[in-house]
């Protein structure tokens, strides 16, 4: 497939050439706030987040875009990703513990015009708890806050899409959260570094590696 060639999934027409565009000048603007995030933050103290490879997780939200989903985005940062699936339809939203970062996001969303919306809080529904079954599950680097669901206005079991980054350890609680909250018929993406993509539905992958087929959007 050629890099620049409009790219479909099945069921789908392909993408607008100009939505395409789009789509990989806020990838790079998305790095361009991480880099000042990085300097500005990160060298000064630790902070949880770290951009995740937004051009691997692209193709992954093209290849399960259809009319009327509703996507969550966990931990949404500077709302690079929330605002890509916004723009490529769906219904989009964002849970970000930090507050200034959810702030960031919402300037990011005006400035792109998308309509993508932002909660300030925690992306574990109230009453929430995590217990692992094996050796080195946790919940992470996640940090205590209220609940973010009810400033959204939507359960997690609203949801079609949820995207996850999940920190090692993190993502047998992403699943059992799934497994206790969300529609066992909703995908849940999970961006797992060296394995790359995994789709999940019903808490079995159904797809391990997502996008080689379209990894020219």
């Not at 027409?13 to 880099?35: F, H, N, Q």
């Not at 079609?160 to 993406?189: I, T």
């Amino acid at each position: 497939m050629e890099r620049d060639q409009a790219t479909h999934t099945d069921g789908q027409p392909p993408l607008d050439a100009d939505l395409l565009t789009r789509l990989k000048e806020i990838c790079y603007e998305g790095w361009e706030i991480w880099s000042r995030f990085d300097v500005r933050v990160r060298r000064e103290s630790f902070h949880p987040f770290v951009a995740a490879e937004y051009e691997d997780v692209l193709p992954a939200l093209i290849s399960v875009r259809a009319p009327g989903r509703r996507f969550l985005e966990w931990g949404s940062a500077t709302g690079v990703i929330t605002i890509m699936a916004d723009l490529l339809g769906f219904e989009a939203y964002g849970i970000e513990l930090d507050v200034d970062l959810v702030g960031e996001a919402r300037g990011l969303a005006d400035a792109w015009g998308s309509g993508a919306r932002f909660a300030a809080g925690s992306l574990l529904p109230t009453g929430y708890r995590f217990r692992g079954r094996r050796e080195g599950e946790h919940l992470g680097t996640i940090g205590e806050g209220t609940s973010g669901y009810l400033e959204l206005g939507h359960p997690l079991e609203d949801f079609d899409v949820v995207y996850g980054f999940p920190w090692s350890g993190e993502e047998a609680m992403m699943l059992d959260l799934m497994k206790c909250y969300g529609r066992s018929d909703a995908l849940l993406l999970l961006n797992t570094g060296d394995h790359g993509m995994t789709i999940y539905r019903g808490g079995r992958s159904i797809i391990a590696e997502v996008g080689a087929a379209i990894r020219g959007a």
